[in-house]
RNA sequence: GUGGCUAUGGUGAAGAGGUUAUCACAGCGGGUUGUGGUCCCGUUAUCGAGGGUUCGAUUCCCUCUAGCCACCCCA
């Protein structure tokens, strides 16, 4: 007791067999393991932060079955031909953002970076083009990218998407953009969608055409990466924000002077639907989204904000896909579909309504203390009359003091202390305290759930009449 | 993947090349063994890790790691 062992930090690695020796304390606290920490581009999301989550989670089924979209869930782990194949070789989701690796059995597999090509493939797989069509899908979950971490940018970050498969009407685009505004707007985030339609796949090879020939004659205005852009993906250039792009953007090929008729027809339906809705749009001729797949529609949502726009602070976005079902080994199937970052969402969340700074215990109206181990005993078996009851009540058993359990009574925001000690479990009675009046009166053991009902009652109905007894 | 900045107890901060590293909040324990919200006391850090410079570094230098910011890109 006299010496000053000081506790070492609990090591987190496995109960070392080399122990044993004699090890002064300045020695073992040398030793002490480091505590081990989240993975890169990886956090925790603590107890704190779950009533966002819960809301945006709400919000995200509320607003499927309201649109009638029907859960679906995908594994995290798929066939990484599928994504090389679906999103695109040269984007930089798969060149460089995929969790890879080889299994034994020699398969390569994947994390999955984004939900829309696993849900195309659920939906090929399982013959829903025999539904009836349009298939409506919503998914939620983690997504993985191996980016270098930011603010707003994780490893591991949440989407919530929503796919309408088998539909090529304009009407499903536009109703995609209006599902993502409203959830935005019902988070209390207001948005403005930024939408561009890239066309057809010819339509686009076409452009893209012009596009590289354009640039090309200023190739000499180039950066090394951009020109290596040029080759690969020539599209990717337009939203560059190197000032000498920029500046030639002014001039560039605009994509829709070069949409076919049916693809210009299609979204100018697309802005009359957000129109009639009325939900806030920006054309933005330089949105063409980092994944191959899209065609047509293509869209993103900001938050409306007066502080300068960062550069990774789209909310979420979508388009439309009609040729990822043939990509992918189905049939031609037109489809739309769009996701949410709910990681952005959540701070976004977060910064209008910041988490109180004390973090309290959850409230209970009720707690249970106890004395002695006789008393214990009887109310480890009343809390469980209470339960069955289906009053939540606090407890803190593993406490002997009494002082301290009355203490974290009062942070749990109790009205009512059950005291049961020893002289009581010989009554049969319990010490019902009002904590807020600090009286208190003895009650039989058998009544007291009867009581604590009578008065929970009695205070909801205090509350609502504003009856002062 | 590239560049810049940062790294002090659970949290938020302060600090100086040199014997006991400050402050607040939170946590835990206690203030005579059956009672809370106030108050008082105690306790909680070898200053991210490793290496170097120095008589001596937590403070200077290097490497690593992580975070932040920008780019790339995206959610």
Known sequence: MPN???????????????????????????????????????????????????????????????????????????????????????????????????????????????????????????????????????????????????????????????????????????????????????????????????????????????????????????????????????????????????????????????????SKAHFMRVLEFLDEVGVPYQLDPYLVRGLDYYTKTVFEWYANSDDQELSQSALGGGGRYDGLAELLGGRPTPAAGMSLGLDRIVSRMKEKNPPSQDHRMPQVDVFLAQLGEMGRKRALALFEEFREAGIPVGEAFSKANIKAQMEIANKRGAKWAIVIGQKEVLDGTVQLRDMDAGSQEIVDVKKAVHEIKKKLANRNGVDTSSVTV
């Open 4 to 262: 000053k062992k000081t506790p070492v930090k609990k090591p987190t690695a496995k109960p070392a067999s080399s122990e044993g020796g004699v090890t002064t304390a300045s020695a073992s606290s040398k030793k002490a393991a480091q505590p081990l920490q989240v993975v890169r581009g990886m956090r925790d999301l603590l107890p704190g932060d779950q009533p966002y989550w819960r809301q945006t989670n709400a919000i995200a089924e509320k607003l499927a079955s309201a649109y009638g979209y029907e859960r679906i869930d995908t594994p995290i782990v798929e066939d990484t031909a599928l994504f090389v194949r679906g999103v695109g070789r040269a984007t930089d989701i798969v060149e460089k953002e995929l969790y890879s690796w080889e299994t034994l059995g020699g398969e390569s597999l994947s994390l999955r970076p984004e939900g829309t090509a696993s849900v195309l493939r659920s939906y090929i797989q399982h013959g829903m083009l025999n539904m009836p069509q349009p298939v409506r899908l919503w998914y939620k979950g983690p997504m993985f990218r191996h980016d270098r971490p930011q603010s707003g940018r994780f490893r591991q970050f949440y989407q919530a998407g929503y796919e309408v498969i088998g539909d090529a009407d304009p009407v499903i685009d536009a109703q995609l953009i209006i599902l993502g505004y409203n959830f935005l707007k019902g988070l209390g985030i207001e948005t403005t969608v930024r939408i561009n339609s890239l066309g057809t796949p010819e339509s686009r090879a076409n452009y893209k055409n012009a596009l590289v020939a354009y640039f090309r004659s200023k190739k000499a205005k180039l950066s090394e990466e951009d020109k290596k852009r040029l080759l690969k993906n020539p599209l990717r250039l337009l939203d560059s924000k190197d000032p000498a792009i920029v500046e030639l953007k002014a001039e560039a090929p605009q994509i829709v002077d070069w949409l076919d008729e049916e």
